[in-house]
């Protein structure tokens, strides 16, 4: 006799995002513009680590945007019901004793 307790089949499906680099490159970005403003004259002017980081920091940002939109609009719109909303545990009689 099958046990009732287990489930066939996932009555809900879950949609995991992509992986992506892009929160790191964000976060070289946001690293390279604080360097730019408190690491004035190390091995290039102040300016050049605030653009280049500035520059990275936008990309990876569009990056992000970009790759969540897609990620929803590429998603069903809705999921079909595949049977009765189930309790969260079967009801049982007590066990007998003795």
Avoid: C
């Amino acid at each position: 006799m099958p046990d009732r307790d287990q489930i066939s089949e996932p009555t809900e499906l879950i949609y995991l995002p992509r992986p992506s680099w892009a929160p790191a490159f964000l976060a070289l970005g946001a690293m390279l513009i604080v360097n730019g403003i408190f690491g004035e004259g190390f091995l290039f002017r102040g300016w050049v680590y605030m653009l280049t980081g500035a520059v990275v920091a936008l990309a990876a940002f569009r990056s992000l945007v970009s790759g969540a939109a897609h990620d929803y609009f590429e998603r069903p719109r809705q999921q079909r019901p595949r049977g009765a909303v189930l309790p969260a545990d079967t009801f049982r009689p007590p066990p007998k004793r003795g």
